[in-house]
């Protein structure tokens, strides 16, 4: 860590810069003069607005590829009856999360969202160790979301041209594995490195596409294919199954297999601080921010849950999904209802769609980088920081984000246990940075912290219970096994992932000799001094001008 760096950091309290009255100073919009009063001077472009701050979340969390993503896994983890029950309790304890969260983002809107939040939170005493855990932990689970994605898009592409190509021995080989996720990863990148503008427009396009495919999904399947040929309702309330025992006995219970099917969901169901960590992009960002959150987590939750219900009803066939070897058996799925040549379409549309949530994904893996860096938190704080000279992009950051994606997706070729992993790796360390700051708002900080205009009121706390039980039930259920007999080529490996992130962030908290966290990470570092906002002006968005309080 650099001087610099280190004079900053020791510099960050944990409450709001304090502005005193005095000569008329320097002038303001009023998101600059709150994030000015939380210690930073505004940097990135503020155009962004409630829709793609919305769509951040939304397109992250994209039920229409998602669903798909894990339907195999579903179904041999339970069948049609588990799917049905877990993915409508998962959503419905996301949207608690989500509200809880976005009452703490409309009092602290900004880009760095949870980690700030727990060093505000958590006070002088705890705010140090607290921010620095949630940034480690969010950072790391943002960072394995991009891969775990952009394999999942790269998983329909490879289905897509094993029905098209079924003897081209080349699908089957890692390395061609590795370079499609790779190039999916480059495209995904794009949007957050061009400009502002080009973001915009891709928010658009996803949206877009995201409904196109939805549309195909309620008028294709069930019109032109399915009619006459739907599951009874016993076929899809009441159809368990449990495909978790490979071995000669019985060593996983019909209600385990029920319990380790939540990752169905809960892959999907999480990411609500995209939006936070576009919040110094966002005008209004202190209700546009809260609202995007838990906007885009009920509208998710209320239009998957309809849609999960259409293609458990137009299922065909359901032994021939579980027993079919396509690099995902969503194919399978789509060759009995629309065809090889209609599954091949779907499943290139479902590539672009993919490939769009881990841009939005990509988006915040990146934010994340550049607030942390901001902060002096990972190695190389000063280079990933930087942004790009005229249009204010983390480019570096970007690059970072990159690299560690790919080198995730090394990791990961051609295992179906490992992409399992990955992505049960991502969704418990997310969910774990959220509980930091969520137990911290109700506790440390319950005394000192200032909600917002808009707030959850009397319905705060009751909402943070139920909020930190869902995630801390998450915690342990995704690091079950999730195959029997457990070998080394079924083990679950995220307790091992989750191990070297536990491993890494409290050895860089506690190393002595003045290198670790605690010697020198005091919280947040300010980029903007007090002194520079006496006598500030603040500008609204009609021109009119007053001076601050």
């Known amino acids: ?80 009856e588990a799917a049905f029950a877990n993915w409508t309790m998962v959503g419905g304890f996301s949207f608690c999360v989500s509200l809880v969260m976005a009452e703490i983002a409309a009092a602290l809107p900004t880009a760095g969202g949870i980690y700030y939040w727990s060093f505000r939170l958590g006070g002088e005493n705890w705010g140090p160790f ?18 775990g994605t952009q394999q999942g898009a790269t998983n329909y592409l490879l289905s897509a041209l094993e029905i098209a190509y079924p003897n081209a021995s080349v699908l089957d080989k890692g390395w061609f594995s590795w370079l499609l996720t790779s190039i999916g990863l480059l495209v995904a990148m794009a949007p957050n490195v061009i400009s ?48 978790v025992n490979e071995g000669t006995t019985m060593q996983a219970s019909n209600g385990y297999t029920w319990i380790i099917s939540i990752l169905f969901g ?46 458990l009803f137009c299922l065909q066939n359901f032994e021939g ?67 790009s000279p005229t249009r ?7 690059f970072l984000v990159y690299i560690v994606s790919v080198a995730v997706t090394t990791a990961v070729i051609g295992s179906t246990v490992a992409f399992s992993a990955i992505t049960a790796t991502a969704t418990i360390a997310t969910n774990f940075s959220y509980l930091i700051p969520i137990v911290a708002r109700q506790t440390v900080g319950r005394k000192h912290f200032v909600p917002a205009k808009w707030n959850l009121g009397r319905w705060s706390e009751p909402l943070a ?55 020198w990470f005091k919280g947040p570092a300010h980029t903007i001094k007090a002194e520079d906002l006496v006598g500030a002006v603040i500008t609204d968005e009609n021109g009119k001008s007053r001076a601050s309080a």
């Open 196 to 243: 502002q503008r080009i973001l915009q427009m891709y928010f658009r396009f996803a949206i877009f596409w995201f409904f196109s495919l939805m549309l195909l999904y309620f008028t294709w399947f069930p019109i032109k294919k399915a009619s006459g040929h739907f599951q009874p309702a016993s076929g899809v309330f009441q159809h368990f199954y449990n495909g």
């Open 266 to 311: 809960a892959w999907i169901f999480y990411g609500y601080d995209a939006s936070a960590h576009l919040a110094e992009e966002t005008q209004h960002a202190s209700l546009v921010v809260a609202r995007g959150m838990w906007m885009s987590t009920l509208s998710a939750w209320a239009l998957s849950v309809p849609t999960l219900i259409l293609i």
């Open 392 to 398: 204010k992009m983390p480019i570096n950051a970007a």
């Open 465 to 519: 219970l139920i909020a930190s039980l869902y995630i801390a039930f998450l915690f342990v259920v995704l690091l079950l096994p999730q195959i029997y007999p457990v070998t080394a080529q079924t083990l679950n490996y995220s307790p091992i992932c989750i191990g070297i992130i536990t491993i890494v962030s409290l050895v860089g908290w506690f190393m002595p000799f003045g290198w670790g966290g605690r010697h």
């Open 1 to 80: 860590m650099s001087e610099k760096q280190g004079h900053l950091i020791e510099k960050a309290p944990s409450q709001p810069l304090s502005v005193s009255e005095g000569v008329v100073g320097k002038s303001f919009t009023e998101d600059e003069f709150q994030l000015a009063k939380l210690g930073y001077k505004q940097e990135l472009i503020r155009g962004l607005g409630l829709f793609e701050n919305w769509a951040a979340t939304f397109t992250s969390m994209n039920f229409i590829s998602g669903i798909p993503v894990l339907f195999s896994f579903v179904m041999y983890t339970g069948g049609p």
């Open 130 to 147: 607290l921010s620095w855990m949630t940034a480690w932990w969010n950072w790391a689970g943002w960072v394995t979301v991009v891969p």
């Open 321 to 387: 999904i579980v027993s079919a070897t396509y690099s995902n058996n969503w194919a399978e799925y789509l060759i009995q209802l629309v065809g090889p040549k209609g599954a091949v379409a779907i499943l290139s549309m479902l590539w672009v769609d993919s490939t769009c949530a881990t841009a939005s994904c990509f988006m915040s893996a990146q934010r994340v980088t550049y607030a942390i860096s901001r902060d002096g938190v990972l190695p190389f704080s000063s280079y990933f920081r930087k942004l």
